[in-house]
C-alpha cells in the first residue's frame, strides 16, 4: 500500500513581499502545493493523508477567504484524482 503524508500547509497571507500585485509567499506556498499534487500522479498513492493545519490563521474564512480555500481546494482535488482516498485531519 502507498501512502502519502502531508501536513502544515500553512496556506495564507504573510507579510512578505509584493511581486506584480501578489504576495510572493503565498504564490511560493502555492508552487510547491502544486508540485506536492504533480508528483502524487507519478507515485499514485492508495491513500493521501493531510493532516493538519492545512490554513495559517483560523480567520480564512472571515477575512480572505476564496482564495485561499481555492488553493486547498484544488490541491485536495488534485491529490483524491489520483488517490484511492483523501483523508483530512
Known amino acids: ?15 512578505g513581499p509584493m ?3 501578489e504576495n510572493a509567499r503565498m504564490k511560493d ?4 502545493l502544486d508540485t506536492m499534487a504533480e508528483n502524487a500522479s507519478a507515485l499514485k498513492p ?11 490563521q483560523a480567520e ?3 477575512r480572505r477567504g476564496s482564495s485561499e ?12 484524482s489520483v488517490s484511492g482516498q483523501v483523508i483530512v485531519l
Do not use: P
Open 1 to 15: 500500500m502507498r501512502v502519502l503524508h502531508t501536513a502544515d500547509w500553512h496556506i495564507g497571507q504573510y507579510k
Open 19 to 21: 511581486v506584480q500585485g
Open 29 to 32: 506556498i502555492e508552487k510547491c
Open 46 to 56: 492508495d491513500l493521501t493523508i493531510i493532516s493538519g493545519d492545512i490554513f495559517n
Open 60 to 62: 480564512v474564512m472571515t
Open 69 to 80: 480555500v481555492l488553493i486547498a481546494h484544488k490541491t485536495i482535488d488534485a491529490l483524491a
